[in-house]
Structure formats: structure tokens, C-alpha cells
């Protein structure tokens, strides 16, 4: 059953007639387009689809788009403005906090969330924080220092 | 294909090549374009002559009017940074800036043929090809440039995208200009000679990954990030177990779910939607009846399995003689090395889309074979290979589980084919768990000696399942065997109930796992230190550099085994690599939980393209080893498999990351040696190795888990046995 569903999407509104039960992931990666937010594994065990509602990192697979209604969401797509990085993008290319990329901007957005909370994070709040982030090409020291290098820099 | 000048060089050209030449020729368009002709399998080996390597036409590099140069390469980038050290040996060899690189890589119709992505081979056997093609073509545009000033060779040299003269630095012109208007084909003799290092600017340097841009933002492409106008999800009908056949299948129910197609295509049963979570509701309506067979082992009973199947053994490395080597032996020492099934668990599932238009079927295919996936599909549906392309964009991760058939590739092309419309095929993440292609179960039975020199006076070793990768011999052995039992590939079917198939560094991890803690169970026997006993037992001046380089990194200290502190070494060759790694763990009794707290690892990998590249690709191996040594296994039971997603299978997470130091051992006498897969194969023993000497007791099972070691630790604290 189709319905109206609303909310901002990076920054502008949205409007969709939409299965109000199906997934914000999917919803974000076929209607809306924006296929930066990834399908990893569909339980909420890997963080590929992780996009930040308000100030906190949701996993977006085992979200129904109606629990978004009238919300802000930022998914990757939103963070670099006018042509610039955000200086966590910034950071993960800098210190090559990637190999196949396929994580990354899950990554990034629970980065971001995280130093929305807490702009200046120790190294074990970073990794308790990034804890449920999968990276299967193993690059968590450098997504670790990128971390760190955006958060010595200022970003949130 | 003639231009301003004929091509210098005409190779033989077979029907197909030519066509498909002409037909990259017209897709391109003009400029200057680059051949490689050379007969390749000298450097490709074996894998040409089983496979067919054409050895027409093998590298492409296109320099376009506007100066900038397109490097077609039939490899994949899924990761492992050939993306960035392919562009910087073209750039380097044709005195261009790195900037001015396109690189066009996996699409068939574009790039020359390639296997496939796998056994850490571009950087050793594309990048020649490669760099020789560009000084090639940096050969072309001098003589070109020659013409257009008038001047001899001898005074120009190129530079920066130009070629310059030497004595009058504003007489120049730039490639851009010298390929204007140009249709030159130019076939490469494989005589221009590429740089030697002492020439090198970019080669060698670290260099930031070309694509990171692309993938902080977003907007890097994978197969599923392809959107077409009118396409289809697909979902399709699973058999419960492997060997499970259908008995009947009712679709009834699911072709009155509103917007949901129902193709049923010679047992492949699928629903196509707009959207794949209404493709998934549809499916959950189908109703399928299956036969389910009972197979005659598990996950804890295959290994007895194994060692029945593996037939008749082949033999390699055969010197001396074993009897005359137990003889010559002081202490006889007998060891058996276990590991279960691995998934490649890459963070994309496999994933293709298919468009079937104008008589061509192009596949947007998530793989590390795009053209060994070509010729599947077209037998697939029927077609000419011709008529079918497949484009591989980024790949999310490959770790050897992407070089399969293309079954997803198959499934995706079918169903675009019966529904007319686009159609993309993305597994779920259960999918992905049942026909990965696992990393085999496999067994290693060693027998070695010692004598009275503490030296290796016999080595008799059996492998079952895993292959001898890694295997090889590099200690000083007088007496020595290997029997390899069963293989990966080819014998799948006979000694596995599903698909195995290569997981980075194939066979090696285990083989290495096997052979250095035997070595270190023979080192603590002698009372030596495992370092030192194993520089007295191999004369290789690259093992003992590696060796030495890891040690000094790491601070080792000299103590026989088990000393308390939980320290450990192994060492191994993987792609002509030689790697030496030291790790220090905590072991918590209670839990029987392994802390891996630090990590030291040396790898001489020959000449390094990128610095950068290759320590990322260390960082990765040892990370990723951490899951293969201590939690990954695939569980399964009557040809179900239980693993089914990432709260059963655990790979490395944050919270294990150990202190990590790595050292490129330099070694610029040698050629670039393989760099993706070296640094994962001494992991496993390096740490089973440190477990021994932190608490006396031996992991011969990977991974190791926390009821393995608490059992391992029972082992040593039972009376009798020491400790």
C-alpha cells in the first residue's frame, strides 16, 4: 500500500508516494537514486548502509522509510558542500582509510555521527565507537588515523 | 586500420583479433594507439599455455588529441590499488604527468584480454606489458616529433606530456598536438626498453589511490549502483542444501503479487520487480518442494573425509631419502594441521545487471574475470561471445571468491533475456554464504627429524585439499618430500559437498600455518630460539634478510620456547614474495580469547611501484589474517550451511587491531614481485607460534578459537605432560 512519506534528505525536502514499510535503504538506492548508501548484508551486522538521522548513525536496511517521516537524513551524498570535501572525506583519502570503498561510506557516516557526539575522541572511543563497522579488505588502522586526523582538524 | 602512417611494425593477426581491433579501434577513436604484440607466456607461464592466452594483442594505450592517455587493462580494480600503480608505470614510461591518465579497466569490449585478477599478477605480469607499451609509445611520438620539428632524434627527449629539445627548451611540441588528427596504430616488438629503477619518477614513489575521491563521496560505481530507465530486481528461488533437488515449484500465489514477474527458465525460478524488496515478498510466496540429501559428513567429520578422498598423491621436491633421513635423526616428530572452510565474505555481494539491446547482452558484473565470464554468459544464452560485453566497474572486494563462473552474471543475462527489460541479480548476504566458492577444509600431516646438530635432517610432508602453495621448501633439508592429495579447483566436486575455490593466497595460509609450527615445535625440542633456529636451518639470503629485518623491527629477544612472553615468528614465499612476520599475544586462560597486541612483519617484494600501495596492502593481509587465525569458519551440517551472515562468521573488527609495524625489506635487483596476497601467509603461525611460548600449549586447528585453546590449554595442564 502506497502512502505520502516526507522528510529532508540532505538538506532539502523530499516527498515520495511510497511503501511506507519498505526499507530507507533501498528506497535511498532505487527511488531517490543515491546508490553511495550500500547493501552489505541486510541484518544491521555490517554498517555498509549506515546514514545519519538527526545526529545519530542508523543502520538503513532493517529501517522501514516511514520511521523517517518529518526527520533530517545525511547520507554520504550530503556531506561534501559546494565541491569540498568534508574533512572527514578528506581525511580517509588522505591517509587511504579505503581499498574497495564499499564500506567507506558507511564508514565515514558513522564517522561523522560519532564526532558529532564527540568532536575530540580518544583512540578507544574511535574503535569502540567504529566497532560494528565491517571492513573486509582490513583497512582499520588507516580508517582509525583518518579519524583522528579529522577530528585534530575540526570536523563535524 | 591505416593513418598518416602505416603501422611499423604488422603483426600476424588472426581473424578474431583483427576484428576485435578493429572494432576497439572505432570505439576509441583517433589518436595514438599502442599494441602490445610480444608472445607474453614467457612471463605468464603456465597459466598461458593451459588457458590460451592469445598472445596477439595485450596491452592498449590510447593518447588522444586533447593529450590525455587512456590505459585499457583488462584487470579489475576490487581494492587492491592497481588502479593507482598501473597509471603510475604508464605515466612514468611516457614521461606524462600522473594526472593525465584515464584508466579503462575489466570491460571486454574495450581492454585486452586477461584471465583474470587474481594470484597478486598485474603489477608482475601486466605492469611489463604495460610499461612497455607506453615506451613505446613514448618512442612513436619522438619520431613524430622528430618530423614535425625537424630535428633529429637524438637531441629531443620527452617530457612532461612533450618532447622537448634539448638545447633549445621553447623548440617543442606536446603529445596532444603530435596525436591530433593521428589514427596511428602502432604494434608493440617488445623491444623498447622500459626504465630502468635508477630512471624511475613516479615508480617507486608513495602515491595517493587515484580513486579515493570517487569512493569518499559516494559516487564510485559498483554493479548494483548501475540505475537504467525500466529495470527489474530479481530475486531467486534458493535450494534449502547443497545437493538438493526440486521435486515441484508453484508460482501461483506469487504471479497475483501486484507489480511481481514470475520467469521460470529451465530451473531457474526468479521474481522480477521494480524494487527488490517486492521481489522478495513475491518469492517468500513461491511454494517449492525439495529433496534433500543426507551427505556423509559435517563440518567436524570432514577432515577424516578428506584424508579418505584425496586419492593418489603427487609428489614433488623429492631429495634424499627418507628412510636415510630418519636414521640420520636424533628426535622424529609427527604433527597434523587442520583448518575448516573460510568465506571470502567481501563486503559486495556478487551482483550483476543485465541489458540486453540491439543483439548485445552488456553485463554491469561485479567480478575478478570479466572475460572468462564473457565466454560463461554467451554459453549461458547462447549468443556469441561477440555479442555479449561485460563492463566491471569498482568491485567491493574479491579476495579470489569474484573469479568464479559468474553465476550471478549467468542468472542476471537469462532473466533480462526472458523479461525483455534490464535485470539486476544482487545476492543477499545468505546467498553470497551458500555459493561462495569456500576456501577448501584441508589437512597437512608432517613428519621431520632433527639431529644432533639441531639441524632438519627430515621432512616429510602431505597435504590434503589445499594445494602446495606456500609449500615449498626453503630450509636446508637433506631428506625431503611433499605429497599433495586432492587439489581446490579440479577435484572440488569429488572431495567437497559445494564450490571451493581460491581465497587470497590460496592453500598458503594453511601450508605455512603447518610448516612453521612444526618448525617451532622442532625449535623448542632443540631448546633454541625459533629466530635463531631458523636462520641455522636455511641458507636463502632472502628468507634470512626478511627474517632479520622483522626481528630487528619487532625487538625480538633470544629465548627457546615457551618462555612466557608470548612471542612468535613464521615466514613464508607467496607470489615471489618472501615475508617475515612477529607477533606478541595476551592469552586470557579463562575465556580462551587470543589478544593479538602487536605485529612486526618484513616483506621483500623486489623493485616497489608504490610504496604507499604495497604497506596498505601489508596492513590489510596481517588485519584480514587476524579472522582466518582466530574466527573464520563456515559451519555446516547435512548440506545446509549454518553460516549465514556476519553474526556467525566474524571477521576482523575494530577492537582487534593490533600495534602494526611493517618494513619493505629493498630490493631493487629484482623485478616488482606480488604484493596483495605475501603478507597474509604467515599470520596463523606467527601467532599459534606466540600462543606456545605465552602459555606452552599448541593450536594445530585453525582458527583459533576460544574453546580450541581452552581445550589446548587443558592439553598441557593435564599430569604428565609438561608444561
Redesign the interface.
Known amino acids: 500500500m502506497k502512502d505520502s512519506v516526507s522528510f529532508r534528505l540532505n538538506g532539502r525536502p523530499v516527498q515520495l508516494d511510497v511503501?511506507p514499510e519498505?526499507?530507507l535503504l533501498?528506497v535511498l538506492?532505487?527511488?531517490l537514486?543515491?546508490?553511495?548508501?550500500?547493501?552489505?548484508?541486510?541484518?544491521s551486522?555490517?554498517g555498509?548502509c549506515t546514514v545519519v538521522i538527526g545526529r545519530e548513525a542508523v543502520r538503513s536496511c532493517l529501517l522501514p522509510v516511514k520511521a523517517v517521516r518529518g526527520k533530517d537524513v545525511t547520507?554520504?551524498?550530503g556531506?561534501?558542500k559546494n565541491g569540498k570535501?568534508h574533512p572527514l572525506?578528506?581525511a580517509?583519502?588522505?591517509t587511504?582509510g579505503?581499498?574497495?570503498?564499499?564500506?567507506?561510506?558507511g564508514m565515514?557516516m558513522n564517522a561523522y555521527a560519532l564526532l558529532l557526539k564527540n568532536p575530540k575522541p580518544s583512540r578507544p572511543q574511535?574503535?569502540?565507537g567504529?566497532?560494528?563497522?565491517?571492513?573486509?579488505?582490513?583497512?582499520?588502522?588507516?580508517?582509525?588515523q583518518a579519524i583522528e586526523k579529522a577530528a585534530a582538524g575540526g570536523a563535524s | 586500420m591505416s593513418g598518416a602512417r602505416p603501422p611499423l611494425v604488422t603483426p600476424p593477426t588472426p581473424s578474431e583479433a583483427s576484428l576485435s581491433r578493429r572494432r576497439f579501434i572505432r570505439l576509441v577513436g583517433g589518436g595514438i594507439i599502442v599494441l602490445f604484440n610480444a608472445d607474453l607466456s614467457d612471463l605468464m607461464g603456465q597459466e598461458t599455455r593451459t588457458r590460451g592466452y592469445p598472445t596477439d594483442f595485450n596491452a592498449y594505450l590510447r593518447i588522444a588529441a586533447d593529450g590525455r592517455v587512456t590505459v585499457y587493462s583488462g584487470k579489475i580494480e576490487?581494492?587492491?590499488?592497481v588502479v593507482t600503480s598501473l597509471a603510475q608505470m604508464a605515466a612514468d614510461e611516457l614521461a606524462v604527468p600522473l594526472g593525465s591518465i584515464d584508466m579503462v579497466m575489466g570491460d571486454t569490449a574495450l581492454c585486452p584480454f586477461d584471465n583474470g585478477t587474481y594470484g597478486s599478477m598485474s603489477t608482475r605480469f601486466f605492469g611489463p606489458a604495460l610499461r612497455a607499451a607506453a615506451a613505446e609509445a613514448k618512442a612513436v611520438l619522438v619520431e613524430l616529433a622528430s618530423e614535425r620539428l625537424k630535428a633529429p632524434k637524438e637531441t629531443l627527449r620527452a617530457v612532461d606530456g612533450a618532447v622537448v629539445s634539448a638545447s633549445d627548451p621553447k623548440v617543442r611540441v606536446t603529445f596532444g598536438e603530435l596525436a591530433n588528427g593521428q589514427k596511428i596504430v602502432r604494434a608493440l616488438d617488445g623491444k623498447a626498453v622500459p626504465k630502468s629503477v635508477a630512471e624511475f619518477r613516479l615508480m617507486g614513489k608513495p602515491t595517493?589511490?587515484l580513486?579515493?575521491?570517487?569512493?569518499?563521496?559516494?559516487?564510485?560505481?559498483?554493479a548494483?549502483?548501475v540505475?537504467l530507465p525500466g529495470m527489474l530486481?530479481a530475486k531467486v528461488l534458493r535450494p534449502p542444501a547443497h545437493g538438493a533437488v526440486m521435486k515441484s515449484v508453484d508460482t501461483s500465489a506469487a504471479a497475483r503479487v501486484t507489480g511481481a514477474v514470475v520467469v521460470n527458465e529451465g530451473g531457474l525460478v526468479a521474481i522480477l520487480a521494480?524494487?527488490?524488496?517486492?521481489a522478495e515478498k513475491a518469492l517468500a510466496a513461491v511454494k517449492a518442494e525439495w529433496d534433500v540429501p543426507k551427505p556423509a559428513f559435517d563440518d567436524r567429520t570432514v577432515f577424516d573425509h578428506l584424508l579418505k578422498s584425496g586419492g593418489a598423491g603427487q609428489e614433488s621436491g623429492r631429495k634424499g631419502d627418507l628412510a636415510e633421513g630418519e636414521k640420520s635423526s636424533v628426535f622424529l616428530f609427527e604433527g597434523k594441521y587442520l583448518n575448516g572452510y573460510g568465506a571470502h565474505?567481501?563486503?559486495?555481494?556478487h551482483t550483476a545487471l543485465a541489458r540486453l539491446e540491439n543483439g548485445t547482452m552488456t553485463v554491469w558484473n561485479s567480478t575478478q574475470t570479466p572475460f572468462p565470464n564473457q565466454a560463461a554468459i554467451a554459453q549461458a544464452i547462447g549468443f556469441e561471445k561477440e555479442n555479449v560485453r561485460v563492463i566491471t566497474p569498482?568491485?567491493?572486494?574479491?579476495?579470489g571468491g569474484k573469479s568464479g563462473g559468474g553465476q550471478q552474471a549467468i542468472e542476471a543475462a537469462k532473466l533480462a533475456k526472458a523479461a525483455g527489460k534490464p535485470v539486476q541479480v544482487?545476492w543477499?548476504?545468505a546467498e553470497e554464504f551458500f555459493f561462495d566458492a569456500f576456501r577448501p577444509a584441508a589437512v597437512v600431516k608432517i613428519r621431520s627429524g632433527l639431529d644432533a646438530q639441531g639441524r632438519i635432517s627430515l621432512w616429510d610432508y602431505q597435504v590434503y585439499a589445499a594445494g602446495s602453495r606456500g609449500a615449498e621448501q626453503f630450509y636446508d633439508v637433506p631428506h625431503n618430500l611433499m605429497r599433495t592429495y586432492g587439489r581446490w579447483g579440479g577435484d572440488s566436486p569429488k572431495m567437497h559437498l559445494f564450490a571451493t575455490g581460491p581465497w587470497r593466497a590460496p592453500g598458503a595460509n594453511l601450508n605455512v600455518f603447518a610448516r612453521e609450527s612444526h618448525l617451532d615445535v622442532m625449535a623448542a625440542k632443540a631448546k633454541a630460539d625459533p629466530l635463531e633456529f631458523r636462520l641455522r636451518n636455511t641458507s636463502d639470503g632472502r628468507m634470512r634478510s626478511v627474517l632479520e629485518a622483522a626481528a630487528a623491527r619487532f625487538g625480538w629477544k633470544k629465548a627457546a620456547g615457551p618462555s612466557g612472553r608470548g612471542v612468535g615468528i613464521a615466514c613464508g614465499i607467496d607470489a615471489g614474495t618472501y615475508v617475515a612476520l612477529v607477533a606478541e599475544v595476551k592469552v586470557d586462560a579463562a575465556s580462551g580469547r587470543i589478544r593479538v597486541v602487536r605485529i612486526a612483519c618484513a616483506q621483500d617484494m623486489g623493485v616497489v611501484i608504490n610504496p604507499?600501495g604495497a604497506t596498505?596492502q601489508m596492513?590489510?593481509?596481517?588485519?584480514?589474517g587476524l579472522?582466518y587465525a582466530l574466527t573464520e569458519e563456515v559451519r555446516f551440517e547435512g548440506g545446509r550451511i549454518l553460516t549465514k551472515?556476519?553474526?556467525t562468521y566474524e571477521?576482523?573488527?575494530?577492537?582487534?587491531?593490533p600495534v602494526?609495524d611493517t618494513v619493505l625489506v629493498k630490493n631493487d635487483e629484482l623485478s616488482p614481485q606480488g604484493g596483495g596476497e605475501p603478507a597474509l601467509v604467515p599470520v596463523g603461525a606467527a601467532i599459534a607460534n606466540a600462543v606456545f611460548d605465552a602459555t606452552g600449549a599448541r593450536l594445530a586447528e585453525m582458527p583459533m578459537t576460544p574453546d580450541r585453546v581452552k581445550a589446548a590449554l587443558a592439553a598441557v595442564r593435564r599430569p604428565g605432560t609438561p608444561p
Open positions: 511503501d519498505r526499507s533501498w538506492r532505487t527511488d537514486g543515491l546508490t553511495g548508501t550500500k547493501f552489505g548484508c541486510g541484518e551486522l555490517c555498509a547520507t554520504i551524498e556531506l561534501e570535501l572525506q578528506e580517509f583519502a588522505e587511504g579505503l581499498q574497495c570503498g564499499f564500506c567507506t561510506p565515514i574511535i574503535v569502540a567504529m566497532e560494528d563497522n565491517l571492513c573486509r579488505c582490513a583497512a582499520h588502522h588507516r580508517i582509525v | 576490487m581494492g587492491q590499488g595517493k589511490r580513486d579515493a575521491r570517487a569512493k569518499v563521496t559516494g559516487k564510485a560505481a559498483y548494483g549502483d540505475r530486481y521494480p524494487d527488490p524488496e517486492a565474505a567481501a563486503m559486495e555481494t569498482f568491485v567491493g572486494g574479491g579476495f544482487c543477499s548476504r604507499d596498505m596492513e590489510g593481509c596481517i588485519m584480514m579472522g551472515n556476519f553474526d571477521i576482523p573488527k575494530f577492537s582487534m587491531m602494526l
